[in-house]
């Protein structure tokens, strides 16, 4: 059986990553149940980086610090991995000022829009809108981009990333953890959870207790428009937080009615009723005609009970780490999410790019 220092359950952009972060001084064996990587969570998001979102919590510290490893390419893409497009947050009559925004920096932080302006930007909103916060730091991500980076790294640090290899079982003694997989067995020092959805399930394959993680579905629906010139809208979204939309090419646009509802790990599927709701939500924000849902899909995006994400070592066995909890900003923390994970299983201080994150915000607590 081959023996590595670190196994880590789960190929998706936290798994990935954070593989991506230790190859240089450890050897490393990512298993995926699928056959390929990035078919859940991270292959199904809207893909958009947001300083504002979530609101001041420690998860937009590691946004923040995220956004240099994206302009620098983080980890040796050859594509830019952002583009920015900027975010509109309509305002209507009760619901106008833009709360949490916290210390953010004026770099992000976002400005004030009357409705003339905002009409200027957006032709064919409805009359409820009386104005609009613009946050002009708002990004597509280029996840795909970004996710194939990681394993490369992955692969050309010596690491193995093996799909159809499906966690089974796992028993650690003597320090060694005894790994077997629907692909074989292994032997590790560390195992890493990182699988997402299956976070609780994973667990206690491994015989360690679960944190309460659950599993939210949200749907994204593409819809066909009736007009042109979306492809470089700004990112849409209300202060109510009921729906938002993104321009994908020029007649078509990505709604999503923000739902989240609770089911168990699966690959999932979109509902009518949340399809129905995205373009309902969508109609009544803007006059621009559907033609056809071009696509639909959902994913699934996990919380802890507290809706903080969870990385560190397991107070009652001490070489399970845990990588989860991601819940919809798994993707633009991932770079400065994997730094901090791969300084907490390294041991030692956090590096300088982490300045202002406290690991204990993460901590894993039952
Ligand atoms: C609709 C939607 C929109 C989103 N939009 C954004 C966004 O705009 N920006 C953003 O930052 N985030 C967004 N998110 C959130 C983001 O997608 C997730 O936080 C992130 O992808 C989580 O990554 P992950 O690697 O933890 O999970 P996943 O990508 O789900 O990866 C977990 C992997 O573990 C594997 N696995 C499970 N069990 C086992 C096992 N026993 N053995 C081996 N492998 C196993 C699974 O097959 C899976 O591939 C969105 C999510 C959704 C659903």
């Excluded at 064996?29 to 979530?54: K, V, Y």
């Excluded at 893409?77 to 210390?103: K, M, Q």
């Amino acid at each position: 059986m081959d023996s590595y220092d670190i196994v880590i359950v789960g190929g998706g952009i936290a798994g990935a990553s954070l593989g991506a972060r230790l190859v240089p001084d450890a050897k490393v064996l990512i298993i995926e149940a699928e056959d390929l990587c990035g078919r859940h969570a991270t292959g199904r998001s809207a893909a958009f980086w947001q300083a504002s979102l979530g609101g001041d919590t420690p998860e937009r510290r590691l946004t923040l610090a995220s956004r240099r490893f994206f302009d620098a390419r983080w980890p040796g893409s050859e594509t830019p991995l952002l583009r920015t497009r900027g975010a509109v947050h309509l305002t209507h009559a009760g619901a106008e000022s833009f709360e949490d925004l916290g210390d953010l920096a004026d770099d992000f932080m976002p400005t004030h829009l009357d409705r003339a302006a905002l009409d200027r930007l957006i032709p064919g909103l409805r009359d409820q809108w009386t104005g609009a916060w613009f946050e002009g730091s708002c990004a597509d991500i280029e996840v795909a981009a970004f996710h194939h980076a990681c394993l490369a790294a992955v692969r050309r640090g010596g690491g193995i990333v093996r799909t159809d290899a499906e966690l089974l079982r796992a028993r650690e003694s003597d320090g060694r953890w005894m790994v077997e997989t629907s692909a074989g067995g292994a032997i590790a020092r560390i195992l890493v959870n990182a699988a997402g959805a299956w976070g609780e399930q994973v667990a206690t394959r491994c015989g360690v207790a679960g944190l309460g993680l659950v599993a939210k579905r949200r749907t994204v629906v593409q819809l066909r428009i009736g007009r042109t010139g979306l492809k470089d809208l700004p990112f849409v979204t209300d202060l109510h937080e009921s729906f938002y939309f993104k321009g994908e090419g020029d007649h078509a646009v990505w709604v999503c009615p923000l739902d989240e509802t609770p089911v168990e790990p699966c690959d999932a599927a979109p509902e009518e009723i949340d399809v129905a709701t995205a373009i309902d939500r969508f109609e009544k924000a803007v006059d621009w005609p559907v033609e056809a849902v071009e696509r639909k899909w959902a994913g699934l995006r996990t919380f802890a009970p507290d809706r903080h994400m969870k990385f560190g070592f397991d107070p009652d066995s001490p070489q399970f780490f845990w990588c989860v909890g991601q819940g919809g900003m798994g993707i633009q923390t991932a770079p400065a999410a994997s730094l901090l994970c791969a300084s907490l299983i390294r041991g030692g201080g956090l590096p300088e790019e982490l300045t202002g994150i406290d690991a204990r915000d993460f901590a894993v607590v039952r």
